[in-house]
């Protein structure tokens, strides 16, 4: 069985992977926007597989479905770790982020369910 990790634990490794990366504080090197440009990108192309599996169930196209899924499964993780480069430009807990407006949304909208 693959081995689990807390999104805290990811983001401890994957920012010293970015500053091993860029040499020195990533954030000294790049802006707030490239960051955020760096994330859009990758949800740009998460959107293109996105949209190749639909052009498939749609039967405009023929190919795998499974293909692009498994490339589709690599670019939701591309975004996740520069979403987690961007939160931690600005000392942002991503893990307690989620919980909060997780637990915000269900509060509000009357859900039982809380993390």
């Known amino acids: 069985m693959a081995k689990r990790h807390t999104l805290n634990k990811i983001s401890k490794v994957n920012r010293a992977r970015s500053a091993e990366w860029h040499g020195r504080n990533p ?3 790049w802006s707030i926007t490239d960051w955020s440009n ?3 990108g ?7 597989e996105i949209k190749k599996i639909r052009r498939i169930e749609c039967g ?3 190919g795998k479905i499974k293909t ?9 993780a591309d975004a996740f770790l520069y979403l987690d480069l961007l939160a931690s430009y600005y000392d ?3 893990e307690q982020a989620i ?5 915000e ?4 909208e009357g859900f039982e369910y809380k993390l």
């Open 27 to 29: 954030d000294e090197e």
């Open 38 to 40: 760096a994330l859009c």
């Open 68 to 76: 692009h899924k498994k490339a589709l499964a690599k670019e939701i």
């Open 42 to 48: 990758e949800i740009g192309e998460a959107c293109n």
């Open 60 to 62: 405009f196209k023929k």
């Open 99 to 103: 919980v909060d407006k997780f637990n």
């Open 92 to 94: 942002i807990d991503l």
């Open 105 to 108: 949304v269900s509060d509000r």
